[in-house]
C-alpha cells in the first residue's frame, strides 16, 4: 500500500512538470496570436503560472533525487554514531545482561502467583513486606498445585529493630509483629502440606547481620526454561511500596564462573547469590542434625520430605548425607 502510494505521488510530480510546461506553451502562443490585446495579459500570467509551477516541481524533484538523498545519508551516519553510542551503551547492553523493565509502583504478587505451573521454584530472599501476610492462602494454593517454595526469611531476634527504625510509618515493635505473624503463617501452612501434594516448602530463618543488599525474588519456570528476577532496595518505605526491576534470562543449570564470560547477566549473579546463602544456611542445618538436635531455623514441607525440600532446583534428586550439601 506504501509503495503505491509513492507511485502516485511521483506520477502526480511528473504531470505537474509536465503539464505545467504545456499550459506555459500553449497560452505563451495564445497571448502573442490573440486578435484582442485586451486580454493577452491574462494568458500571459496563466503562461507564467504554468512555468513556475513545472520548474519550482522540477527543482524540488531533482533536490529530493540527488541533494536531499546526500544529506539523508550524512545526518544517518550522524545518528548512526550517536544511537551507537548511547543505544548500544545503554538499551542494547540492558537487554543483553537481562533488563526488561521497572514495574509499576508496587510488585503484583497476585498475578505472579497465578502465573506459576507445576515444576516452577520460586525463591524468596525479602526482609520485610506487611503485604505478604494477606497472600499465604496463594503460598498454600501454589504449592498444592505443584510449586515450589524456597525461602530465606528474617529471624525473629532483637537485631531487626536496626532496620525498623529506618521505616516511615513503623515501630520497631510493630515490625516485628509482622515478621512473627509471617513466619507463623508459614509454620501453618507447612503443617497443611502433605505428600499427596506435589509442591514443596523450605524455609531457612537466618541472622540480620547476614542480609543482602536488595530484596530478591526469584521464579524459575520449568516450562519455558526462564529465569525472572525482581529486585529492589531497602530504603526508608516499606519494601512493600516500591518499584522493582524486573530482569529475564534463560535458565541455566551450572552458573559457575558465569561472571568471566562475555555472556554475563544479572539475573544469573543475582541467583549465583542466593543460592551461596541457601547453601550456607543449609551447611548450619547439617551441623545441626551431626549433633542430634532438631534444626529450628529450618521450616519444610511435607513433613516427611526434609532432604526434598532442602533442595534447589538445579540440585539432583537424591542426597547421600549432609555433606555432599
Known sequence: MSSNLNILKWLFALVL???????????????????SKEYAWILKIISEFGLFTSVVISVGFFHHWII????????????HSVLTRYIDGTVINAKKRGFLGITEKEL?????MHSLYPGDYVYWLIIFDPRYRHYCREFELAIKRGVHFRMLILKDCP???????EIIGFGVEEFRQYNRLFLTSLKDIAGRIN????GTLGVFAYDYDNLPSVPLFFILR?????LEVFNSFYLSEPIGRMPYLHWQSELKH????????EKWNMPDLFLDYFQRRWIVERHKSCETDKENSACKDFLYAPASAREKCIRLN???DTLSSPDTS
Open 254 to 261: 551450572d552458573t559457575s564462573y558465569f561472571f568471566e564470560s
Open 108 to 112: 503484583d504478587f497476585s498475578e505472579i
Open 159 to 165: 537485631t531487626p529493630e536496626l532496620y525498623a527504625n
Open 17 to 35: 512538470i509536465f503539464g505545467g510546461f504545456t499550459v506555459y506553451k500553449i497560452f505563451g502562443v495564445l497571448a502573442v496570436d490573440l486578435g
Open 195 to 198: 505428600e499427596k501434594d506435589s
Open 314 to 316: 538445579s540440585e539432583s
Open 222 to 226: 520449568k516450562k519455558s526454561e526462564t
Open 68 to 79: 536531499a538523498t546526500e544529506e539523508r545519508r550524512e545526518t544517518e551516519k550522524i545518528f
